[in-house]
């Protein structure tokens, strides 16, 4: 059966808020919004080992679990929404821990908004506007503001309003950003943010009247909650919002659960890794970075094995040659040739880009080493200098700023803020001092008098 056909309309998406409503009744015994998410998703045709008789405000209660196969394997703590193996049972190897059918999956083609969204999509000529992000933000909002007439109601009441990423902190929280990967990757996000908004997502919406009150900031909440919480479905969707799924914790290795799907086009959630009984299940959404964790998913995880590497822009390293007598012409010339990328990769260790060694090595007229630490002695001046600018860009050490609220929030993200920022400063200054190194025996001159062929426009 083709993708399309397995997701609802708007209009069966609206037809069916009574059905969620009835689900929802029908769980009022039932307090916290995870247990009547998992009412909903029984209803409406999912099928999961999370059971509601298996959630409880204390997951470390002693509560009858059961020795029968219909026992819940999972239960799910009320207070926090973190999914644990019930006591006497743990996880196995290949459970299928739940199976979500593609019509309760929250797509932009599967909203009530729908028609808005194909029809900006259709009038927009820049992929850029009608991407997956844009467009699922656009359904989350949609389907937010016409509340209790969502057919996903039960399930956007376990989702939190906003992530904590970084465009939602104080001025003085985003300082200890400053220079970070993370903060770059914030910035872009708000640029485009707010071009998606102004372009795309407020015209559209204002040719509906329930959706004409939605405001920048909802939708900046909405996008905020897509890129922390979609998933890769496949099929002509490509991402969606899957109930239940986004409940389980992110780990950088060795995940207890994998998604996946099954013959008929439904997500699956699958134990690949066994869990003891009361142990935190968990999902992996990708080998990541701490820098990327942080700017997408508001978190960082401090056992993370994806060592995070620190940029250093191009610009940088051309002004740093000039600097040292190289021709405009020439470091253009080898920027060309070595088909430089605008920003060149500092490992955690401290390793430069092998490109970034040939590139500065042809414009000091040197053989590129095999390794960093073989960098003739010019050249590794040129890196010093590079990346002391670098580095400068990060300003001066805020640790010592405490002007902070000294809450449980801005600990978390002053925490998390300096994680990115000290392993990239790390980085950084672990490749100047070897770089430092390795110049210490190149004799103190004057750069030969290059000033027309090295005016700044001359080095692009």
Same mark, same amino acid.
């Given at each position: 059966?083709?993708?399309?056909?397995?997701?609802?309309?708007? &209009?069966?998406?609206? *037809?069916?808020?009574? =059905? %969620? #409503?009835? !689900? /929802?009744?029908? +769980?009022?015994? $039932?307090? @916290?919004?995870?247990?009547?998410?998992?009412?909903?998703?029984?209803?409406?045709?999912?099928?999961?080992?999370?059971?509601?008789?298996?959630?409880?405000?204390?997951?470390?209660?002693?509560?009858?679990?059961?020795?029968?196969?219909?026992?819940?394997?999972?239960?799910?703590?009320?207070?926090?929404?973190?999914?644990?193996?019930?006591?006497?049972?743990?996880?196995?190897?290949?459970?299928?821990?739940?199976?979500?059918?593609?019509?309760?999956?929250?797509?932009?083609? &599967?909203?009530?908004? *729908?028609?808005?969204? =194909? %029809? #900006?999509? !259709? /009038?927009?000529? +820049?992929?850029? $506007?009608? @991407?997956?992000?844009?467009?699922?933000?656009?359904?989350?909002?949609?389907?937010?503001?016409?509340?209790?007439?969502?057919?996903?109601?039960?399930?956007?009441?376990?989702?939190?309003?906003?992530?904590?990423?970084?465009?939602?902190?104080?001025?003085?929280?985003?300082?200890?950003?400053?220079?970070?990967?993370?903060?770059?990757?914030?910035?872009?996000?708000?640029?485009?943010?707010?071009?998606?908004?102004?372009?795309?997502?407020?015209?559209?919406?204002?040719?509906?009247?329930?959706?004409?009150?939605?405001?920048?900031?909802?939708?900046?909440?909405?996008?905020?909650?897509?890129?922390?919480?979609?998933?890769?479905?496949?099929?002509?969707?490509?991402?969606?919002?899957?109930?239940?799924?986004?409940?389980?914790?992110?780990?950088?290795?060795?995940?207890?659960?994998?998604?996946?799907?099954?013959?008929?086009?439904?997500?699956?959630?699958?134990?690949?890794?066994?869990?003891?009984?009361?142990?935190?299940?968990?999902?992996?959404?990708?080998?990541?970075?701490?820098?990327?964790?942080?700017?997408?998913?508001?978190?960082?995880?401090?056992?993370?094995?994806?060592?995070?590497?620190?940029?250093?822009?191009?610009?940088?390293?051309?002004?740093?040659?000039?600097?040292?007598?190289?021709?405009?012409?020439?470091?253009?010339?080898?920027?060309?040739?070595?088909?430089?990328?605008?920003?060149?990769?500092?490992?955690?260790?401290?390793?430069?880009?092998?490109?970034?060694?040939?590139?500065?090595?042809?414009?000091?007229?040197?053989?590129?080493?095999?390794?960093?630490?073989?960098?003739?002695?010019?050249?590794?001046?040129?890196?010093?200098?590079?990346?002391?600018?670098?580095?400068?860009?990060?300003?001066?050490?805020?640790?010592?700023?405490?002007?902070?609220?000294?809450?449980?929030?801005?600990?978390?993200?002053?925490?998390?803020?300096?994680?990115?920022?000290?392993?990239?400063?790390?980085?950084?200054?672990?490749?100047?001092?070897?770089?430092?190194?390795?110049?210490?025996?190149?004799?103190?001159?004057?750069?030969?008098?290059?000033?027309?062929?090295?005016?700044?426009?001359?080095?692009?």
């Amino acid at each position: 059966m083709a993708a399309a056909s397995l997701a609802p309309s708007a &209009a069966s998406a609206s *037809a069916n808020a009574s =059905a %969620s #409503a009835s !689900a /929802s009744a029908s +769980s009022s015994a $039932l307090s @916290s919004p995870a247990s009547s998410l998992l009412a909903w998703l029984i209803h409406n045709g999912a099928s999961t080992c999370v059971k509601a008789a298996g959630i409880h405000s204390d997951p470390s209660s002693d509560f009858d679990d059961g020795a029968s196969s219909s026992a819940p394997l999972l239960c799910v703590s009320a207070s926090s929404h973190l999914v644990l193996a019930a006591k006497s049972h743990g996880l196995e190897k290949d459970t299928v821990v739940a199976t979500v059918p593609r019509q309760l999956i929250l797509t932009a083609q &599967a909203t009530y908004a *729908a028609p808005l969204i =194909a %029809s #900006a999509c !259709a /009038s927009t000529a +820049s992929a850029e $506007l009608t @991407s997956w992000v844009t467009q699922l933000a656009m359904a989350v909002a949609a389907e937010r503001a016409i509340g209790d007439k969502s057919f996903w109601k039960p399930y956007l009441d376990t989702v939190p309003r906003r992530a904590d990423v970084p465009y939602f902190w104080t001025h003085r929280q985003r300082r200890r950003l400053q220079g970070t990967e993370a903060e770059a990757m914030t910035l872009s996000a708000e640029a485009r943010a707010k071009h998606e908004w102004n372009a795309c997502v407020a015209p559209a919406f204002k040719q509906d009247e329930r959706l004409s009150k939605v405001t920048y900031e909802d939708y900046l909440d909405a996008r905020s909650t897509v890129t922390s919480r979609a998933f890769d479905i496949g099929g002509e969707e490509r991402a969606g919002m899957v109930p239940l799924f986004d409940l389980f914790n992110h780990v950088s290795a060795d995940e207890n659960v994998n998604v996946g799907t099954d013959r008929d086009g439904a997500m699956q959630l699958i134990c690949v890794r066994a869990a003891a009984p009361h142990e935190q299940i968990f999902n992996t959404y990708g080998r990541l970075g701490n820098a990327h964790l942080l700017a997408h998913y508001g978190f960082v995880d401090a056992r993370n094995p994806v060592a995070d590497s620190a940029r250093l822009p191009s610009s940088l390293v051309r002004a740093a040659a000039a600097a040292q007598g190289v021709a405009g012409a020439k470091i253009a010339q080898v920027m060309r040739d070595v088909d430089c990328p605008d920003h060149f990769a500092v490992a955690a260790d401290g390793t430069p880009d092998h490109m970034l060694l040939e590139a500065i090595s042809r414009m000091h007229d040197t053989v590129a080493p095999p390794r960093a630490e073989l960098l003739a002695p010019l050249p590794a001046r040129t890196l010093a200098s590079a990346l002391s600018k670098r580095i400068a860009e990060f300003g001066d050490d805020v640790e010592a700023d405490d002007g902070g609220s000294g809450d449980e929030n801005d600990k978390s993200r002053v925490g998390a803020a300096s994680c990115v920022r000290d392993a990239e400063l790390g980085a950084l200054r672990a490749c100047h001092s070897n770089a430092e190194q390795l110049a210490a025996n190149l004799p103190e001159k004057t750069p030969a008098n290059n000033s027309a062929a090295n005016a700044p426009w001359d080095l692009f």
